[in-house]
């Protein structure tokens, strides 16, 4: 099993500020890599797949980067509705697993 | 529009079963793999299995193998896990999830908004 680990597990960052999330893999992972977003109450939200690409409707302030066993998502200015979980997730293997996760709150 | 509806959570004692749909809508719902997706109350998201197209492929997370069984009716647009022989730490929202064909694997592209199962006496 493919091990997510997500740092730092809280984000204390003011709006208009950059966030940026790390996701390290136990091994390599290539670019399978897929962030997601969730607020309170809510089912999460894809964000980014293949390290990279953002998903469709998702504003350009979120990107991805990394490969291997690296990866980052970076929130170029916060906005108040970007406050919120943020989880990443390999899918080179099965089983599918997901990072402990990333609460970005308000400073 | 993509949705998809969850159902049939609840309360059930320790060792109780039940049986989860998911209901599908806006896509060709026999055209793509689907997952079940679980959180614990305050807790991080944990796979919990997957079905193909056809339902001739499942996987499941080791933690619900031989407990839960993923299946579904296409011709009825509808996904379900029957879970048996439950436990404490099932307790978790279960969401399902379309499973998108990636370049090297699958990830989650659409989310239901989740049914809430708990076990306890």
């Known amino acids: 099993e493919t091990v997510m680990t997500q740092s730092p597990a809280t984000l204390s960052v003011s709006p208009g500020e950059r966030a940026t999330l790390s996701c390290r893999a136990s091994q390599s992972v290539s670019n399978t890599l897929a962030w997601y977003q969730q607020k309170p109450g809510q089912a999460p939200r894809l964000l980014i797949h293949?390290?990279?690409t953002r998903a469709t409707g998702i504003p350009a302030r979120f990107s991805g980067s990394g490969s291997g066993t690296e990866f980052t998502l970076t929130i170029s200015s916060l906005q108040a509705e970007d406050f919120a979980v943020y989880y990443c997730q390999q899918y080179n293997n099965w089983p599918l697993t997901f990072g402990g996760g990333t609460k970005v709150e308000i400073k | 529009e993509v949705q998809l509806v969850e159902s049939g959570g609840g309360l059930v004692p320790p060792g109780g079963s039940l049986r989860l749909s998911c209901a599908a809508s806006?896509?060709?719902?026999?055209?793509?793999?689907m997952n079940w997706v679980r959180q614990a109350p305050g807790k991080g998201l944990e796979w919990v299995a997957f079905?193909?197209?056809?339902?001739?492929?499942?996987y499941y997370a080791d933690s619900v193998k031989g407990r839960f069984t993923i299946s579904r009716d296409n011709a009825e647009n509808s996904l379900y896990l029957q879970m048996n022989s439950l436990r404490a730490e099932d307790t978790a929202v279960y969401y399902c999830a379309r499973d998108y064909p990636a370049s090297g694997g699958d990830y989650c592209d659409y989310w239901g908004q989740g049914t809430l199962v708990t076990v306890s006496s």
């Open positions: 079905v193909s197209t056809s339902g001739s492929t499942t």
């Open positions: 293949a390290a990279s």
């Open positions: 806006g896509f060709t719902f026999r055209s793509y793999d």
